[in-house]
């Protein structure tokens, strides 16, 4: 839902790296040495536990939380050009009774302008190029609190992607979202990875979209328990402890 510039560099290629990255909070120490490594076009997802910090990580990557360790940006070509992150927050919710449009959403947004005000013909075209990344030029009108979880997701995805950023962040898209729901978003991330090159982490307890589409599988509960592909993670050990199940899937 917003756009961040970060600036430094990692070595010639894209890529974010984290090293012994470690957050505490009062006295409670929610992570703990994490390093990882994510090269441009990858779709890394982040599993863990209810409360294993995994939106506290996408914090500190989004420079909204304060850590020990580093984070380092580059882009492919220029070490210290700024690498831009698109970012849509776990949940957002929206009253179903809310008068406001996805029209009057992305006014509000990317022209900070009130929404009563409503759009020019030039910002109305914008907004449904924004839209159009997303196959969803037909909510333009429909209301925010009507949109289904699917339709919803596509829309706050449209304001992450404008500007396109080098790395798209999003917390638990795939929640309040149904089976079909969730096959059409997938599909979108990944065409939309491929198209601009941009790399993907994202958060979900939605294990059976990985083997297709991640190409990193992180497993957190304040460390990394495992970290691999789709295949690696989900058949490990500690991903069954971590999920308390026994290896035929069953808890
Ligand atoms: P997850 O997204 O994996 O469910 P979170 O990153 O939201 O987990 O939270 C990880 C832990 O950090 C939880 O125990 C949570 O209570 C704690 N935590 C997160 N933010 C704060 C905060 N601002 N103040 C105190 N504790 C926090
Ligand atoms: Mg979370």
């Known amino acids: 839902m917003r756009s961040i510039v970060h600036g430094g560099s990692c070595g010639d290629s894209c890529c974010l790296r984290i090293e012994k990255l470690g957050v505490r909070i009062g006295a409670e120490e929610i992570l703990h040495d994490i390093s990882l490594h994510v090269h441009c076009g990858q779709l890394v997802a982040i599993i863990g536990p209810n409360g294993a910090g995994k939106s506290t990580l996408l914090k500190a ?32 919710a929206f009253d179903p009774g809310d008068p406001i449009s996805v029209e009057d959403l992305f006014v509000c947004c990317l022209y900070k302008r009130p929404a009563f005000l409503g759009a020019s013909k030039a910002m109305r075209e914008r907004i449904l190029e924004c839209l159009d990344r997303v196959h969803a030029k037909d909510l333009l009108r429909k209301r925010v609190g009507t949109l289904s979880g699917g ?11 404008e500007p396109v950023p080098n790395l798209l962040i999003l917390d638990e898209p795939l929640s309040g979202v149904d089976v ?25 307890h939605d294990f ?41 899937g069953t808890t």
Request: hydrophobic share 40%; charged share 25%; aromatic share 6%.
């Open 61 to 92: 990557i989004l420079g909204q939380q304060e850590h020990s360790g580093s984070i380092r940006f580059s882009t492919p070509g220029e070490r210290d050009r700024k690498m831009r992150i698109g970012y849509v927050p776990q949940s957002p």
């Open 180 to 204: 079909e729901g969730i096959s059409t978003l997938m599909d979108m991330l990944d065409e939309l990875r491929r198209d601009y090159d941009l790399s993907i982490m994202m958060t979900t």
């Open 151 to 161: 339709e919803l997701q596509r829309v706050l995805l449209a304001l992450a992607l």
């Open 208 to 248: 059976s979209a990985l083997r297709r589409y991640a190409d990193q599988v992180v497993l957190v509960e304040r460390q990394i328990l495992r970290l691999g592909t789709p295949e690696e993670v989900l058949s490990s050990p500690e991903f069954y402890s971590a999920f308390h199940m026994k290896g035929d």
